[in-house]
């Protein structure tokens, strides 16, 4: 009789306490600058108090709440300095994986950036603040898959959060729908020409745009 595989386990309670929270996060259900207080959160999910405490102590690691001493806990609002960091990870980041693409993205591939731009263009239309996001963030992660590079995708997942979050409330400038669309239009164009300085030009002045906006939107 040949050796059956294992059944997968559940996942933890834990793990569910930080996908749950992680998703409430990014989808603003909890706010910003709120103080939460942990045994409600945990009485709303239906769990104990040990496995929200274990999902907020990895979300606090990623800089997604923050701790408040005999109060509870926060979703943090951002610095100048906080997005000055995580814009510079992602132009280095983002700058070498479309380089390392350039060469050999297939039409499928670029069909699958059009794509996503296509979905970003109907929320823009629909004026779905959520699936604009969502498809957003789709459009950027597409570079990392493209680089058929899973361990990329994975390192990138938490700066991309943060990302997420911030970019909330730059996308209620006026217009900024189009012109996120517009930009992103440039760069697979750029793609299409296989050129590394127009690429390169066109995520990089991408990317600056999206963190002057950030900037300008965040409180004083």
Known sequence: MSKLAKIDKPASLSTIAYDTLRESILSFHLKQNVVYNEMTVAQELGLSRTPV???????????????LPRKGFIVPSYTLKDVEEIFELRQIVEIAVLK????SITPQGLKVLKDS??????????????????????FHNSFFKLADNK??????????????????????????????IQEHKIIV?????KELSKIEKAIFQHLAFVKKVVMMTLEP
């Open 53 to 67: 405490r274990e999902a907020l102590l990895k979300l606090s690691s990623q800089g997604m709440v923050t701790f």
């Open 100 to 103: 390392k693409i350039a060469t």
């Open 117 to 138: 731009i296509k979905i970003q263009s109907k929320a823009a239309q629909n004026n779905d603040f959520h699936k604009f996001m969502l498809s957003d963030r789709e």
């Open 151 to 180: 361990r990329l995708v994975a390192v990138t997942n938490n700066f991309q959060d943060l990302c997420h979050i911030m970019g909330a409330s730059a996308l209620k400038v006026e217009n900024r729908y189009e012109e996120l």
């Open 189 to 193: 164009k750029a793609l299409e020409s």
